[in-house]
T-cell receptor
Framework: GAVVSQHPSRVICKSGTSVKIECRSLDFQATTMFWYRQFPKKSLMLMATSNEGSKATYEQGVEKDKFLINHASLTLSTLTVTSAHPEDSSFYIC????????????FGPGTRLTVL | QKEVEQDPGPLSVPEGAIVSLNCTYSNSAFQYFMWYRQYSRKGPELLMYTYSSGNKEDGRFTAQVDKSSKYISLFIRDSQPSDSATYLCAVSRGAQKLVFGQGTRLTINP
C-alpha cells in the first residue's frame, strides 16, 4: 500500500518558538495532502487541505497565520506551527490522497508536539 | 448535530468474540464510507473502504453500509488481542474531505 511518512515523530519546544513538521508520500505522488489535529482520546479534526502548488484551504476556526502550510512538491507538504503555545500541544497527522487505483487517503504516523 | 456519531466506548470483549462497531451519519450526500484502525500514538490505518450500500468482506472484517438508514457497521470475527485499538469511521462526499466519528476504543481480552 501507499506509504506516508512524517518527521519528526515527536518534538518538544519552548513556548514562542516555531516548529516545522514534514509529511512525505514515499511511493506515490500526492496532489492533495491533508493536515489533521487530534487531542487525546478524541477524533481527528481536519485543519487544512493542501494542494500542490497552490494555497492551502483552512477549515473554519483554524488560524492560517499560525499554522503555515506549504505544499511545494507532489511528495512533500510541511506544517509550521508559528509562535507555539502550550495549547498547541497535540498530535498532528497528515494524510495524502492517492488516486492511482482508487481515491483514498493514506495517513502518516503522526507527530506529537509538546509545547512547554 | 454532529455529522457523524460514534459511540466512544470503551468496549471490552473476550478473545474470539464477534465485535460490532457502528456509526450513524446525518447527510445523505456522503457517498464513501471508511473504517480506520488507530493504535495508540500512531496514525490511522485504512481497514475498509466502501462506496455503496451492502456488505464488503476482507478476512475477519466485514463492513456494512445502509444508506437508507444512514448507518454503517464494522464486524470483526474471531477477535484477537492484536485487534485492540481505536476504530474510527469516516465518511466523505467525494473522497476529499473526510469527516470522522469520535472513534471507539476496543479492548480484546485474552
Amino acid at each position: 500500500g501507499a506509504v506516508v511518512s512524517q518527521h519528526p515523530s515527536r518534538v518538544i519546544c519552548k513556548s514562542g518558538t516555531s516548529v516545522k513538521i514534514e509529511c512525505r508520500s514515499l511511493d506515490f505522488q500526492a496532489t492533495t495532502m491533508f493536515w489533521y489535529r487530534q487531542f487525546p482520546k478524541k477524533s481527528l479534526m481536519l485543519m487544512a487541505t493542501s494542494n500542490e502548488g497552490s494555497k492551502a484551504t483552512y477549515e473554519q476556526g483554524v488560524e492560517k497565520d499560525k499554522f503555515l502550510i506549504n505544499h511545494a512538491s507532489l511528495t512533500l507538504s510541511t506544517l509550521t506551527v508559528t509562535s507555539a503555545h502550550p495549547e498547541d500541544s497535540s498530535f498532528y497527522i497528515c494524510s495524502a490522497r492517492e488516486r492511482r487505483v482508487r481515491d483514498e487517503q493514506f495517513f502518516g504516523p503522526g507527530t506529537r508536539l509538546t509545547v512547554l | 448535530q454532529k455529522e457523524v456519531e460514534q459511540d466512544p466506548g470503551p468496549l471490552s470483549v473476550p478473545e474470539g468474540a464477534i465485535v460490532s462497531l457502528n456509526c450513524t451519519y446525518s447527510n445523505s450526500a456522503f457517498q464513501y464510507f471508511m473504517w480506520y484502525r488507530q493504535y495508540s500514538r500512531k496514525g490511522p490505518e485504512l481497514l475498509m473502504y466502501t462506496y455503496s450500500s451492502g456488505n464488503k468482506e476482507d478476512g475477519r472484517f466485514t463492513a456494512q453500509v445502509d444508506k437508507s438508514s444512514k448507518y454503517i457497521s464494522l464486524f470483526i470475527r474471531d477477535s484477537q488481542p492484536s485487534d485492540s485499538a481505536t476504530y474510527l469511521c469516516a465518511v466523505s462526499r467525494g473522497a476529499q474531505k473526510l469527516v470522522f466519528g469520535q472513534g471507539t476504543r476496543l479492548t480484546i481480552n485474552p
